[in-house]
Each structure stands twice: as structure tokens, then as C-alpha cells.
């Protein structure tokens, strides 16, 4: 699993304090704490800062390759503020997110090729929610040959199909779970991603349904999550998950992470 | 999810003694603890008695009825026990399990239709382990046409495609749960169930691992399980997972269970 550490993302009330103050040592443990837990990308997200999103951005990517060599993953809506940090990032980042419509598009996959950046894509509809997973493969269909028609390769491209909310729809999940296994049977070489916790949203005992929701989406191929690895017990989850489904050969991982007292 | 509640097997050292010492409130406390948790039937097994497997398991059958009505399961390899036994059963009861080349075969399906019981047909190959995906099916097919054509309806059906430890083979998990998926898929109106336990055998943490394969199969269409239903973190992952995979409308049982302190 591709783990891309979700945790500096200023929607948090307690990081968009950081960030406005300039709070470096706070943002940089942050990062670190997420690089020891097994993150392989660290997301960053200042969308909710408005017109200061690309100062605020800035900052944080400083702040944070000051102290890791984990590579970044630029968590934006604004292609615009993409094109403007991508030039600051020393590794080979990634970009989240790429949905249908966007502007500048071209432009903006232009800069993937060039700086050879990964690609989350999201499967957002231009008018309203993607709900069915019909329309979650539909939207990933036309994405997939939109990105690789650019010249991006499969393998470097990561579907993201969405969750809602349970709370809304009970068959939420279920949606977002068949449109995982279909995209990963019908566009081999193509990754998925997806982030947890909004299909727990006004559910009680959250985490119990974030780490279920996890395994049952590994188990219909899901090989990339947007999570926080400092999470003990989704950790451990993701680690048992890997041997389940029959990603972790002779049980090397799952072994190697009850050794460092991650399962427990 | 059917739940089979597993606790009162004399291969656990406490239950063979409190059999043998004929303690019967504690056998009948572990039953009621079973059925206030949520057990669809109670598993009773007496194997390990060799020569007294009939008198032992008749004595558990009296006493686990004189305080629930849960109906029982009777877990024998010994179709002339479980014919002997079967007479004493008030509620329509479950066989486990069935196995190709059972002695006495026609009479046990006899009696199975007589009673009008449930029956588990077990995965095991008449030479060895069923370990591949393939086997397991094979084995699953000439069951479930054998068994129907003796009468048995689909829906009293549950094939038990068996799991293998992980610590031997790290695509046990694998393999069972694609077979899971091919039974549940193929063969429309059976019903499969599996005990968790044996998976995480000689591995550590292996509560973590009986959970994690428990999503995974449900995800798959596993819709029944030989399980501690007392086990609390296990069941609160039971509950999630039948709203994650979309088998709870509304959220019903989920917001049930969590109001009954189930889920924490």
C-alpha cells in the first residue's frame, strides 16, 4: 500500500493555526511524526487560506522538506497555485487532485510530464456527486484517457472513486467498493486511491468504520490510501489487511511491523 | 450475518473440563453469554471424547437447552453421534459438517431432512488439504450437488471453504476468500460460513488477523461465521462490516448495537 500521509491539511483548525502563526517546529513534527509512521507521500493542503493559498503553501513546503525526504503530495483545487509550488518541490511529487473539467488542464498536465509528478484523479462529477459506481467507473474511464492521452503512464496515475457518507446512503461504501474492483480489473496498470473518513461522517465509533471501510476496499484491490499512519490501530489494520489479501509475502511486513510494536 | 457461537468446544481445555466434572452452570453460562451477545446458534463439540463423544454431548445438549433457545449446532466428524444426538434437539437444528465421503452419508441426509436441519459442508479434501482457490470450489460443487440432490434446499446450505494458516502459506487468506467469492457467486441461494481462527495460527496479534479476514470474506459475500460473538471488538467489527459492505439498511443494526455499547 501507498500511503500518503493526510495529517497537514489546514481544513484542522489546530494546522491552520500553525500555519497562520508560523508555527515551524509545530508543522515540521507533524511531518516527521508522519515520515517514522510509514508515510510515503506527505499531503498538503491550504485551499481553505483563499487568495494566501500559494504563500501558505510555500511556506509549509519549506517548512516540511526542511526536515524529511519524504516526497510531497500537492493537495489543491487550483491548478494555478499547482503550477506555481511545483518548482519548490525537490522529489518527485505528487498532485491531488485532477478531476474533469479543470481548468487549465493542459497546462497543468504539461507540468506532470515535466517535472514526472503522480497523479490522483478524482472521479467528481461536473454537476453533483458521482454517487453510482457506474458513474464512478464512467468518470474514471474518462479520466484515465484524458491523463494518459497526455502522456502520463498508467502506473503513475491514481484513481481516487470517492466515498460518501453512510449516513446519507447505506450503500455508500458498497458503491465506492465495486467501482474499486472494477476499475482495478478493467484498467490494469492504473492505481486507486481513496481517502477514509467521509464515509463515517455523523456515524458514532468513526474509526471502527474508517478501518473496516479499509480492509473490505484492499480486499477489492485498493493499493494507495489517504490516511494518517500515526494512527495505531489503522495501522496495525493496514498491516493485517496486506497479509489478508495476499499482499505480503511470507507474512515479512506484517512480522517486520509487530517487531517495531506498530500492531499492538 | 448468521452467527455460530463457537465457545463451547471441548478442544478448549476449560470447557473439556467443565464437562468432565459435569459443571453445568458453567456450561450453561457460557451459552447464555453467547445468546444475550448475539449468537444465531451455539456450536457444541464433544469430539475429543473419543468412546464418550455421544454421552458427553448429550449431556451439553440437556444443559445448554435447559437455559436458552438458541438453537444448537452439532459439531461431531461421527454421523452415527450426530444421528443419536439429533432426537434430543428441540429446535430445528444445524449439522457441521458434512464432508465428501462421509460413512453413512444417506442416512445423515436423511436425517437431515427429517429434521429439517441446517448443514455445514466443509471444503476438505478426501487426501490432504483443498489450500488452492480451485480445489476448494471443485470440492464445494460436487457438495452442493450431492446435498441438494438428497433434498436439502440451497438456503439450508452453508459451504465452509476452510482457511489455512498464514504462517505456512501467506496466500491461505487469499485463496479463501476468492473461493468465497466464486461459491457465493456460482452457485446463487447457498449460504457459506468459515471459523476465523485458524488463519493467524503461529502468528502474532492474532485477534487483529481473525478481524481483518472477517471483512475481507463478508466483502467477498461471507454471510455467516463460527465466531465469539462475546469477543467485543470482534462483533463491533462484525456490525461495521455488514454496514461497510451494505447488508444494513439505514444503519439500523450499526446504530443498534452502538446504543447497546457494542461497538467501543
Redesign the interface.
Known sequence: MLIIGDRIDATRKYIAQAVLTENRGFIQSEAKDQAVSGADYINLNAAIFGDDEEKRLRWMIEAVQEVTEIPLCIDSPNPAVIEKVLQLIRKRPMINSIILGLERMDKLLGLVIEYGAKVIASCQAQHGAAETTEEKVDIARRLIRLITAAGVLPGDLYIDPLAYS??TN??A??AT?DAIGEIMTRFPGVHTTCGLST?SYG???RN??N???L??A???GLDSAIIDPTDHLLY??LK??E????R????KG??HA?RKGR??
Open positions: 453512510l449516513s447505506a450503500r461504501a458498497r467498493l464515509v456515524l458514532p465509533v471502527l468504520l478501518r473496516t471501510f480492509i473490505a484492499m480486499e477489492r496495525a489494520t493485517a489487511g497479509l489478508i489479501v495476499g505480503d509475502d511470507c507474512s506484517y512480522i509487530f500492531l499492538e
